[in-house]
């Protein structure tokens, strides 16, 4: 704070400001700050190759195309004809009210090897109450949406740019299915990771080519804005147009698989078929997990499975089968995981009161506890605990002449 | 705590003591009568509900400036109430915002609290309030907010309490998200008001612009109730944050009981080196009694570390006794917020009868009433003494205020000048919301928001030139009468409000750590005990390796600090048992890299001013072994961490080595004469920026080599300011420059705009030394006379007098 004998009582000299330099200083240094934009030329006149469709705020820009994808893409069963596959392109990542949805991409199988797309492209950031009209009225008659990280993505921001032109925002009343979640518990295994175009190209074998990469799509469309140049802007739309394709692919795709098990797909897909209905589904989940360590499952990846599979026999009420199971997995495996030993052991003791079995695993699940040195005390004396009941257990089982063992 | 059936005139007694036994330390004694309550019966437009809600908590009359608040809130008005601490200030804003919302439900309110502590504590409060009122959902929104439970608070709270650096990067870029609030906002609630001053405040000042666009845009047009501690100018402080005429409130009709102010300065133990007992002791020393007699005391300290050795000390006096077993609590903001939150229950249910704290509980956080406030060091400025000092006092009976001065400069000053003191006014607090920098920067967060009309107002100034400007820029692109946001930055991440870094180095106490698991099993991972934070800049000094972290007297030892890029902030400490703790020695350099404009300082050649871009380098270069009961030095040690440089922009002043040679042969002199004069700049230039004191800073160093530009930097090394001392008094060249410059990383071009002001700035600096009625220097020209020397003042003028020609 500043003291009061500094400021008191003359006021300070005024009017020796120059504002136009302060300006001019201003704007040296927002030069000197930020990375400069190269000369552009003026705008060479290409038309848009876009339809005009009126709304009540202005005309809107849409453009249509069919397209024919590759046997591989097909549906054998075309999505249902309500389903609409939706994808936008934004001013940026950041999301919040400065961030732009320029261009909403919608699709819908029209025949099992043809995909209609249409696009809605916001050509002057002023006339976005149109753009929004026109979306609106192409999603009036969906009855299902369907997106790729959409829900935290696609959606929200579409829902801002409407609350933000007070027009009401539809997303709340038409389902919306999140293909995003899907994809990673089915194939996480088989792609190095989940995104859109890793999975495209690992089980669609989509090659886009010369596609324009997401990251300089913003970059695209601002300078587009500036000069109005038109002509990379084709590029956009192709790019969009694949990322439907793709959507739409792997959603028939999952939906192929969801529907099996189906020998055309492979057994790491049943796993994830499995995992995804483990919980909506159990029944269905474990045919999934049975029909893929039927098949045969890459090395350390059958544990697991095995581990997944029991405890839905489990809270099937097949005991039995599960410690049967286990036991065998138990025998073959190379290096069990620790929690298959504990679950077993559990097993063992409570449900065949094999107490020397049970033993036996408790201590072998110890000695890998102890071996990897684990900070988690908890877990090592609960296992210590778990032997030291077995031990006394087992002494009391083997003590001759004994009266029958008290229940456990 | 004190029965109520105990009489007061204990604390006479202990404060007659404390006066008698001083043998002279004490240097002034001053007391304020007790005041009466004034008060207005609770007004029959109150719902009768919240009437009720008031009477069961025993308000059953609003005091005077409560009630006047609530007039000029009804007269459809902003209003700043300027009220001491515990006078029931909440009570001035949670009124009329509860009133609201009991007639009408969908009404809703924002709050503004400098900290997220304040928020917490004024949640507790209001909470309290409206439990007895139909369902009111009030909550805080901040950093902590768990995710899963935002949208619930965006969508439904009636009542937000938040910060002003969650509302720029949070809630206003999201504003669609908060539909529901800025539709039906009446009122907006700023606490602390006299926090925002400075840069600080001129970013707020420009975020509320940005809040009072979204509200315009949902067709609201909330009230602002505003609060602040007694300072010099609420009302324009207000009006200024605002951009509106703003009622002032300052009668105060809260009782209170009569106050002793004491001033105490540590005797000398060695007169010939002028050594006092260390003031840390003393205070230790002279709280220990009013403990012992269960009067509950507050003991302020002026940084972390003051805070640790009084509050081991004092444990170490009063706790002995099995009936005073843990009752001294510690509290910064280092600590963890569930530490702090004890410390705060404890104190208002009277099971923690002492507190040492740093400024920290200088801002209106409820710890119930205390008796004693003991100021160990002078706190820096007269609102700020006066709000610790209130943090003692009842409504009725006694309580006193102990400041114990340290040997620094500033505190002799005011203890041996009590008039001073007692005289002074409190501090302005003064903004520039039209800072071009700040104002650039916060039109590229308004425009994200919402598009920016191209007449649209923002504040008094035409922004439309920057706007061109910024279109210029590319990030912004106008169709259609409207300037549109089009880049893919999010801008207010890029703006920080204040000006300390955001990246916390966490504290871990790895007493028991064991090796990491090589594989885990359902998330078997290790807890870390993690058991404080410490801020960027002041990390190297707290945390370097080998220091002794204190946190409520336990002692731990920084084992290992990783501070680099790619790595999480962390200081690795182990718990340890020393005697004594760790006081870390820095060094400072300031170079120019760039110069951008340069002139003569006056109508002669004497002395030339430049302004340009200078390097800023901090480093923590050692440390000294303190021992607690001794405070001698007991060893010391080196450490080798980097520099914390900042570039940002400043000027510097220089006179011609002929110039200064003929005005004294005496180099001392003269170094004392610039030291004094870099004082004077420094504290009067703010008024010229309209900015704080902290947003500056100042250095007096060697001059800049003759072309920054070409030549290469010659491994900038930092010196402690003896060092620096001798090396000018030493130099070849004699030629020392008076640096001033922007606080904030990169500048907010204060000192471009200073550069213009020099001439009036150097005329009023002379004028201030020929009017100021010190003898040979105080803290309001040239600064205390002891830090600066007596030939500081005269020579100070004389130099003025060659700057100005």
Redesign the interface.
Same mark, same amino acid.
Request: glycine letters at 10%.
């Given at each position: 704070?500043? %003291?009061?004998?500094?400021?008191d009582p003359?006021p300070? %000299?005024a009017g020796? *400001?120059?504002r136009e330099? !302060?300006?001019a @200083?201003? @704007?040296a240094?927002?030069?000197r700050l930020?990375a400069r934009?190269a000369a552009e030329r003026p705008p060479p006149a290409d038309p848009l190759p876009l339809e005009s469709v009126p709304t009540p705020h202005g005309s809107a820009l849409r453009r249509v195309e069919t397209v024919r994808v590759p046997a591989a893409i097909a549906a054998a069963a075309p999505a249902s004809p309500g389903t609409v596959f939706l994808d936008t392109e934004t &001013?940026?990542?950041?999301?919040? &009210?400065?961030t732009?949805v320029f261009l909403v991409g919608l699709a819908t199988w029209t025949a099992p090897r043809t995909i209609t797309v249409t696009q809605y492209f916001l050509g002057? =950031?002023?006339?976005e109450a149109a753009f929004l009209h026109a979306v609106r009225e192409a999603v009036a008659e969906a009855r299902a949406l369907v997106t790729f990280n959409g829900r935290t993505f696609d959606l929200p921001l579409l !829902?801002?740019r409407y609350?933000?032109s007070r027009a009401g925002w539809w997303g709340e009343d038409l389902p919306h299915q999140d293909l995003y979640p899907v994809a990673r518990a089915l194939w996480r295994g088989r792609a190095a990771d989940c995104r859109l175009s890793t999975l495209e190209g690992a089980l669609l074998g989509i090659d886009r080519g010369d596609d324009l990469p997401g990251a300089l799509v %913003?970059?695209v469309y601002?300078r587009y *804005?500036?000069t109005g140049d038109t002509r990379p802007l084709p590029r956009i739309f192709r790019h969009n147009r694949w990322d439907l394709v793709a959507l739409a692919g792997l959603h028939a795709r999952a939906a192929a698989l969801l529907d099996g098990p189906d020998p055309r797909h492979d057994p790491v897909e049943w796993m994830g078929a499995g995992r995804w209905l483990e919980r909506r589904a159990p029944d269905r989940s474990a045919r999934f997990y049975e029909a893929a360590l039927r098949a045969g499952l890459p090395d350390g990846l059958e544990p697991g499975v095995a581990w997944r599979l029991g405890w839905l026999w489990r809270r099937a009420g097949r005991i039995g089968d599960a410690r049967t199971l286990w036991a065998e997995t138990v025998a073959r495996a190379a290096r069990p995981? =620790?929690?298959l030993l504990i679950d077993l052991a559990k097993l063992h003791e409570h449900h065949a009161r094999d107490y020397g079995a049970a033993l036996d695993l408790t201590r072998a699940a110890l000695g890998i506890a102890e071996a990897?040195?684990?900070? !988690?005390r908890g *877990?090592v004396e609960a296992l210590e605990r778990r032997s030291r009941r077995l031990t006394q257990r087992l002494a009391r089982a083997m003590a001759p002449a004994a009266a029958p063992a008290p229940p456990g | 705590m004190a029965g109520p059936g105990e009489p007061r005139v204990d604390l006479a007694d202990l404060i007659d003591r404390l006066v008698a036994e001083s043998g002279g330390a004490v240097t002034a004694l001053r007391r304020f009568p007790a005041r009466p309550a004034e008060t207005v019966p609770i007004p029959d437009t109150i719902d009768p509900n919240l009437a009720d809600a008031l009477r069961a908590r025993g308000v059953e009359a609003l005091y005077t400036h409560q009630a006047r608040t609530l007039d000029l809130l009804g007269k459809g008005g902003h209003c700043v109430v300027v009220t001491p601490t515990a006078s029931g200030k909440t009570l001035c804003y949670n009124l009329p915002v509860l009133q609201a919302l009991l007639s009408e439900s969908a009404t809703r309110a924002l709050y503004l609290f400098p900290t997220k502590a304040l928020a917490q504590d004024q949640l507790a409060e209001l909470e309290e309030l409206a439990r007895a009122l139909p369902a009111l959902r009030i909550h805080t929104y901040d950093g902590d907010t768990p995710q899963d439970a935002r949208r619930a608070v965006r969508a439904r709270a009636n009542v937000v309490l938040t910060n002003p650096d969650m509302l720029h990067s949070g809630v206003l870029p999201h504003h669609t998200k908060w539909l529901g609030l800025f539709q039906n906002l009446r009122y907006v609630v700023i606490d602390e008001l006299h926090t925002y001053r400075g840069v600080f405040g001129s970013h707020l000042a420009n975020v509320l612009r940005r809040l009072q666009r979204i509200c315009r845009h949902y067709g609201a047009s909330p009230q602002f109730i505003c609060t602040s501690a007694t300072i010099a100018n609420p009302q324009e402080l207000a009006e200024r944050l605002i951009g509106a005429p703003v009622g002032l409130v300052t009668e105060n009709g809260a009782p209170a009981g009569e106050k002793v102010v004491v001033f105490y300065n540590p005797p000398v133990v060695n007169a010939e080196l002028g050594i006092r007992r260390p003031y840390l002791k003393e205070a230790s020393r002279l709280a220990t009694p009013f403990l012992r007699a269960r009067v509950p005391t507050i003991v302020f300290t002026g940084s972390r570390l003051a805070e640790e050795v009084v509050l081991t000390d004092l444990k170490a006096a009063v706790e002995r006794a099995p009936a005073f077993t843990n009752v001294i609590r510690g509290y910064r903001g280092g600590y963890l917020p569930n530490r702090r939150r004890e410390v705060e229950r404890g104190l208002r249910a009277g099971d923690v009868l002492g507190v040492v704290s740093t400024n920290a509980l200088e801002l209106g956080i409820d710890i119930g009433r205390l008796d004693v406030a003991l100021l160990a060091g002078y706190p820096g400025t007269v609102a700020s003494t006066w709000q610790q000092a209130g943090r003692a006092g009842r409504r009725s009976g006694l309580s006193a205020a102990v400041l114990v001065a340290s040997s620094a400069p500033l505190d002799q000053f005011i203890v041996t000048h009590p008039d001073y003191f007692f005289g002074s006014p409190p501090e302005h607090g003064l903004i520039n919301p039209d800072n071009p920098y700040v104002l650039a920067s916060h039109l590229k967060c308004a425009a994200f928001e919402l598009p920016f009309a191209e007449d649209e107002p923002f504040g008094a100034e035409d922004v439309g030139r920057y706007l061109r400007l910024l279109e210029e820029e590319g990030v912004l692109h106008r169709t259609g009468g409207r300037y549109h946001w089009t880049s893919e930055t999010y801008p207010a991440d890029h703006l920080s409000l204040r000006s300390v870094a955001s990246d916390n180095f966490v504290v871990i106490d790895s007493t028991h750590q064991t090796l990491e698991p090589v594989e885990s099993v359902r998330r078997l991972t290790r807890k870390r005990e993690v058991i404080a934070e410490v801020d960027w800049r002041s990390a190297f000094a707290m945390v370097h390796p080998k220091a002794i972290y204190l946190i409520e007297g336990q002692q731990f030892e920084v084992q290992e600090l990783r501070f680099r890029e790619d790595e999480e902030k962390v200081a690795y400490v182990k718990r340890v048992q020393v005697d004594y703790f760790t006081d870390a020695v820095t060094a400072k350099g300031v170079w120019a890299l760039d110069r951008f404009q340069a002139g003569p300082t006056g109508s002669g050649t004497a002395g030339r001013i430049e302004q340009g871009e200078l390097l800023v380098a901090e480093q923590v270069v050692g440390f000294k072994k303190i021992k607690f009961d001794t405070m001698e030095n007991v060893g010391a040690g080196e450490v080798d961490l980097p520099q914390q440089e900042m570039q940002t922009s400043g000027l510097w002043l220089t006179l011609r080595p002929e110039v200064l040679a003929g005005i004294s042969p005496d180099r001392d002199a003269l170094v004392d004469g610039l030291r004094g004069l870099t004082y004077l700049l420094h504290h009067l230039a703010p008024l010229f920026l309209m900015c704080d004191v902290r947003d500056l800073g100042s250095w007096l160093g060697d001059a800049p080599p003759p072309d920054p530009d070409r030549e290469a930097p010659r491994g900038p090394r930092v010196l402690t300011t003896e060092r620096t001392r001798a090396r000018l008094l030493a130099a070849e060249r004699f030629e020392p420059t008076a640096y001033l410059y922007d606080s904030q990383p990169g500048g907010v071009g204060l000192t471009e705009r200073l550069f213009e002001l020099i001439g009036p700035l150097l005329t009023r600096a002379r004028e201030t030394i020929r009017t100021c009625s010190c003898r040979s220097g105080c803290p309001s020209c040239v600064g205390p006379v002891n830090e600066v020397g007596r030939r500081a003042k005269p020579m100070a003028a004389t130099l003025l007098d060659h700057l100005i020609g």
């Open positions: 704070m500043i %003291p009061s004998s500094f400021s003359r300070v %000299p020796t *400001l120059d330099l !302060e300006l @200083r201003l @704007r240094r927002l030069q930020a934009h &001013t940026g990542l950041s999301g919040g &009210t400065g732009y002057d =950031l002023g006339a !829902e801002t609350l933000l %913003p970059q601002f *804005l500036r995981p =620790l929690r990897w040195d684990l900070a !988690e *877990l | -």
